[in-house]
Structure formats: structure tokens, C-alpha cells
């Protein structure tokens, strides 16, 4: 009989698998990212139905294959189901989940990556933080626990921008999500995570195509 492993980790994607499966993909503390089948998943009544959708955070029951798992269980412990039914939110979170999957690697241990994209989504439903704030610190602590980051960035900026950007670097992802900035610092602070991001991502996010459609639809 194969061993039960039990692992914490968020689901990244929820795709269709043969008639009533699921194939997830799914953000471990302890194995990076994995990808896990739910046998039945899509069968009306399925205990594997609740836990096997986008955003679900919790502690996962697996047996362990050749190339991938098969889900046993979960006990979840956030759904975020505000998140779901708020269409902005639910944009930005599914970009957070693909960025994420981006930097997500097989049998590599991922607390802090986990850590961050748990409290990125907590911080999307705080009213007092900007979701655009939200979505520069959880870019700019992601690509700096990958290793991909400026340590100063560029240009004449405001020193509220720079220690926004010194903040984020040292700071743990539990105290991330602790300040605002004014207007015109956000969007210094914006520009500069995007100037970051294009100086090492090579890559179109498709999720963040949607996001920027609603918010011109929105402006």
C-alpha cells in the first residue's frame, strides 16, 4: 500500500481530467509545486469537490506516484470565497496564482513563497490597503525570494519610494501588509516593481491581460 504524505500548500490551477477528475496544481511548503489528481472531483457530492478549486489554502492528503499525486483529503482552512465573488479581487488573485505558478519549482522547499501568496491574498480583502499596493509588494517580495530583484531601484525618486522598496526587502512577509503610500509615491513605487519585473520576466501573464482590461473598464 503506497504511504499517505500530508502537505501545506494553496491550489495554483484546477483544471478538467478525464470525465469527473481534476488535475491541480498546487503550491507545497514542503515540495514546491506538485501536481495532484482528484479522482471524482467533478462527480455532484464529491468530498473532493470543495477542495479542489483555485485560491483553497490548507493541508492537503496525498499519495505519492511516479509524476505526480492523488488527492486523498484536506482539511482547508481558508477557501476564500470573498475573494471569488469579488470580481476585482478575484483579478488580482488569479494573477497572484499565476505569478506564483511562474516562479513555483518541483521538490524545492517554499515557505516564504507560500507565506507570501497566503497574506497577498488576505491583504486583497483589507479596504485600507490599495489592491494595486497589494499587487506591486507581493511582485517585488516574490521575484526577491527568487533572487530576482534590484537592490535600489532606478531613476530620481521620492525617498518615501525608496524606503517603500527597502521595506519590502527586508522586511518578513508577516509585516508586509502594514503601510499605504500617497498617490503620487504608489505609482512611483508601481513603476518601479514594473521596471523590475521587465529587467527579469520574459513572459505574458494572461491573468494580468483580464486585470488591466477591468480596471480601464473601471476608469
Not at 524545492?108 to 509588494?137: F, G
Request: glycine share 6%.
Amino acid at each position: 500500500m503506497r504511504e499517505q504524505i500530508s502537505v501545506t500548500g494553496m491550489v495554483l490551477k484546477a483544471a478538467p481530467a478525464g470525465e469527473y477528475d481534476r488535475r491541480l496544481v498546487i503550491l507545497t511548503c514542503e515540495r514546491g509545486k506538485i501536481t495532484a489528481f482528484a479522482r471524482g472531483a467533478r462527480r455532484p457530492g464529491n468530498q473532493l469537490m470543495a477542495c479542489s478549486g483555485p485560491f483553497v489554502f490548507g493541508e492537503f492528503r496525498l499519495f505519492e506516484g511516479r509524476d505526480s499525486y492523488t488527492l486523498a483529503g484536506a482539511e482547508i482552512r481558508n477557501y476564500f470565497r470573498d475573494i471569488a465573488v469579488d470580481m476585482e479581487a478575484a483579478c488580482y488573485g488569479s494573477y497572484f496564482l499565476e505569478f506564483a505558478d511562474y516562479y513555483g519549482r518541483e521538490n524545492v522547499e517554499s515557505t516564504e513563497a507560500l507565506k507570501l501568496l497566503y497574506q497577498s491574498m488576505r491583504a486583497l480583502l483589507k479596504e485600507a490597503i490599495p489592491n494595486r499596493l497589494v499587487k506591486a509588494v507581493f511582485e517585488l517580495k516574490l521575484m526577491e525570494i527568487n533572487g530576482e530583484y534590484m537592490e535600489y531601484p532606478l531613476g530620481r525618486l521620492e525617498e518615501s519610494t525608496i524606503y517603500a522598496w527597502e521595506y519590502v526587502l527586508s522586511s518578513p512577509v508577516e509585516k508586509l501588509y502594514t503601510f499605504t503610500l500617497s498617490e503620487p509615491v504608489l505609482l512611483q513605487f508601481v513603476r518601479c516593481v514594473e521596471e523590475n519585473k521587465k529587467r527579469f520576466i520574459d513572459k505574458t501573464f494572461h491573468s494580468l491581460d483580464i486585470l488591466g482590461t477591468l480596471v480601464d473598464n473601471v476608469t
